[in-house]
């Protein structure tokens, strides 16, 4: 089998791991997990770094197991936060493990016959714990000192007007005990994580020693950030999502991009699957040719095409073409309205664009987009005004409702650049 840990450290995604795990993992091929905490409808960009770590595992020969926090995600995970998560009910955690599932089916094979991969929640046995038997069995096992002096712990602690709960506070001993249930019930030797999870992964292994006497082991990913510091998956509009329904196709290629020179190598070591000598050639065209942008279309194409498929990733790249060239033939209203969603709008009625319609040299004047009906006029006898795409040489033209792209938008274009996007309302 391939070394899990040698590709890991080839795509510069180890940050640490648990002594003797390299010799653990080519030993046999091993069931590994990764927790995915559904305090959201989906998973977001910053989960992609653990997804590619089990995907990297399968590929390997591994069993990968996909935990979901459907019981912890009750209780909320202090890592990386400076103030109390707010509560999930369980129905809505529920809803969001069933959206975390469709997400991972796009990167893990659950069909495949040797080693598919598989998917947990821990509301399975979290759920029907008894307390006074997990503070007698379980409990024990734990010094409130060592948890005191866990890094998440410690920040919450140092802030007087946060704090921590005792809800949060014991969140490391539910995540132990999800390790502890796995080694049980599924084999499952490694657990995987961002590095901010190491404290919470090696006390999960203690506990796996003290209870069953078993061996049990961790490998944990550096936490990404862009060049500029920027803590990676935000773009202007907040997460980047991996829920079509959230972050479009579009916005997604987009994200990928537009990522500064100095990320886009790394992400593509991170965050594909291309072999080490593409990554190079890539990276030299960029240091040769920065303004082709080749490394970050390879990017974008294939992480885009992994998630969204190839019928997401033609509209991705249709749409940013019609972003560059105005040409927005075959696009849907949906996507006229992503891909113009950052130029300057306004609503017209429709009874407005009824009969004979609206004067155009009206509309370009309202909208901003000529100084004056008689701008407007100048523009269109010059050749310089579009609708919808479609050069206008009439200075009498009239929008109508028939304009308008399935009755919701009209595009008017003055130049190359200057765009308005009219919005139909009924």
Known sequence: MTSLLDEFRARDLLQDATEGVAEHLAGAPRTIYIGFDPTAASLHLGSLVPIMGLVHAQRAGHTPLALVGGGTGLIGDPSGKTAERQLLTREMAAENADGIRRQLEHFLDFEVKTNPARMRNNLDWLGSLSLVDFLRDIGKHFSVNQLMAKESVKRRLENEDSGISYTEFSYALLQSY???????????????????????????????????????????????????????????????????????????????????????????????????????????????????????????EDVTRRLHGETGLAAAERATRALFSGDIEGLAADEIADVFADVPSSEVPATGLAGEGRPLVELLAETG?????????????????????????????AITVDDAIEGRFVLLRKGKKSYHLVAVVR
């Open 369 to 397: 987009l000529a100084s004056s009906k008689g701008d407007a006029r100048r523009a269109i006898e010059g050749g310089g005004v579009y609708v919808n795409n479609a050069r206008v040489d009439d200075a009498a033209r």
């Open 178 to 300: 999800d390790f502890l249930e796995l080694y049980r019930r599924e084999g499952c030797t490694v657990q995987m994580g961002g590095s901010d999870q190491w404290g919470n992964i090696t006390a999960g292994i203690d506990l796996v020693r003290r209870v069953e006497g078993g061996r049990a082991f961790g490998v944990v990913f550096p936490l990404v950030t862009n060049a500029s510091g920027t803590k990676f998956g935000k773009s202007e509009a907040g997460n980047v999502w991996l829920d079509p329904e959230l972050t479009s196709p579009f916005r997604f290629y987009q994200y990928w991009i537009n990522v500064q020179d100095e990320d886009a190598v790394r992400y593509l070591r991170y965050f594909t699957l291309l072999p080490a000598a593409r990554v190079t050639e890539l990276a030299e065209s960029l240091a040769a040719e920065p303004q082709r942008r080749a490394a970050q279309r390879a990017l974008a």
